[in-house]
Structures are given as structure tokens and as C-alpha cells.
């Protein structure tokens, strides 16, 4: 790519002195036009990042020098300033690439998903998935005269986005409060250790509670709203 027809901006946390073109190769003085030398540094991981080092302040007593992180500065200028609490993420994990195309701002656990997991170790990997399963819980989904069981929750509301035609993360979230009833389904949460139901303490439910309508032990609150209601409209209509 030819670096002359690449467009700079100025960097508005550098008071505007110095620029930067759309993919990070070239760093420069804006009124001079001195271009600043470009290195790799390897303290924040082993394939390293881009950085340059800028004098502010210029002679008087308060200048000092700033390390500047390339993919960082390339963010700020094109995609704006970083939200409070996210950080830059390479899109495709090459933290050379810093083309403001292949940069996006982030959470920490959304920067930790998209790192190349390719040096763990066999043991190392063995022991990941094996905390995973143990944190996973199951769930059994009763409903429409049907059973449905399921390794963990996410399963579950793959399955339930899958049959209602709703994303997924929408259902997810309501088995993260271990709601009991979602549409047409009550649901059971195993222990993820034993594969029986956990205590009712847990916010769960015995299969010998569900019968597929709102008269349910734990629907008797959605069963009491409703008969209050029948109530009031026999009242009004006398």
C-alpha cells in the first residue's frame, strides 16, 4: 500500500501536534512533518505492539516525554475516544495490523475471547474444559407434552431462541435468574455434579410440582392476579 495516499489526522490526546495516517505506519510532527520512529515493544505481550515516544510540553519545566501505543492513537482518530472501561482489540488477533479497519473497542472478557488460545498446554486445556463443565448446569424443559434435557443453559436457550424464533441470549438471561416457566416450558436446573435437581432454596422446582398450566405451585402468584381480576370486573359490572 503507498503511504502518501493514506489520510492523517491529528491526535486530539497529544494537543493536536502530532498525526498519525489511517494505518499506523507513519507518525509524524504536524507542523514540521518529521516523521518519528516506529518500534516494536514487547512489554505488553510476546508478538508485541507499535509504539513511538512524543516530547510535550516543549521547554518549559513541565514537558515531558509520552509513550504512545500506535493501535491506540490509530482508535482514537478514527473510531473516537475509548469508552470508559474498554480497551483496543485487533480484530483478527495480528497486533501488527493496525488499520483503523481492523481495530474495535471492547470489554476485557471480549478481548480475552477473541486471544489466540493456540499455545495452551494439552493439561492446560484438559483443565479449562473440565472447569467449564463444572460450572455448567443442566436443565430439563417440560412443557407441550414433551421433555427436553440439556447439558448447560446455553444449550437450552439455543434451543428455545431455535423453536420461538427469538435470539437466544434474550431466552439466556432468563434461565441466568433460574426463572421456572419460560413460554410454554417449566424448567428444572440439575446440579451440575449430581445431575438432580437442586434445592428449592436455589429458586428450582420438583418435577412433581409441573403440570403445564398456571395453577402450578410456583404460578400461584400468576393464578392469584388473575382470579383478583375476575373480581374486579364482577364488581364493576354490578
Known amino acids: 500500500m503507498n503511504n502518501s495516499n493514506l489520510e492523517f489526522r491529528k491526535i486530539k490526546s497529544l494537543k ?12 509524524r510532527n504536524v507542523k514540521s512533518k518529521k516523521q518519528l520512529k516506529i518500534k516494536l515493544d514487547y512489554h505488553h505481550s510476546e508478538a508485541g505492539h507499535y509504539v513511538t515516544f512524543v516530547h510535550l510540553g516543549g521547554r518549559s519545566k513541565d514537558s515531558k516525554i509520552v509513550r ?8 482514537e482518530c478514527w473510531l473516537g475516544d475509548c469508552p470508559e472501561g474498554m480497551q483496543v482489540d485487533h480484530i483478527d488477533r495480528n497486533s501488527h495490523n493496525n488499520d483503523w ?7 476485557i472478557s471480549e478481548q480475552m475471547k477473541n486471544r489466540d488460545h493456540s499455545n495452551i498446554s494439552a493439561t492446560g486445556s ?7 463443565a463444572e460450572r455448567a448446569v443442566g436443565v ?3 412443557g407441550n407434552n ?8 446455553a444449550d437450552c436457550a439455543r434451543w428455545l431462541g431455535e423453536l420461538y424464533g427469538i ?20 424448567l428444572i436446573y440439575l446440579n451440575a455434579e449430581t445431575g438432580h435437581g437442586s434445592s428449592t432454596e436455589q429458586g ?35
Open 16 to 27: 493536536f501536534l502530532y498525526e498519525v495516517n489511517e494505518n499506523g505506519t507513519i507518525f
Open 68 to 75: 504512545c501505543m500506535i493501535h491506540r492513537i490509530v482508535a
Open 101 to 107: 479497519r481492523n481495530l474495535r473497542y471492547v470489554t
Open 126 to 132: 484438559e483443565n479449562l474444559a473440565k472447569a467449564r
Open 140 to 142: 430439563v424443559a417440560i
Open 146 to 153: 414433551e421433555r427436553h434435557e440439556f447439558k448447560s443453559k
Open 167 to 186: 435470539d437466544p441470549e434474550k431466552i439466556r438471561w432468563r434461565l441466568k435468574l433460574y426463572r421456572k416457566h419460560v413460554y410454554d416450558f417449566d
Open 204 to 238: 428450582t422446582v420438583r418435577e412433581s410440582d409441573l403440570t403445564g398450566n398456571y395453577t402450578t405451585a410456583f404460578n400461584k402468584g400468576k393464578q392469584q392476579e388473575v382470579e383478583m381480576r375476575i373480581k374486579h370486573d364482577e364488581v364493576m359490572t354490578e
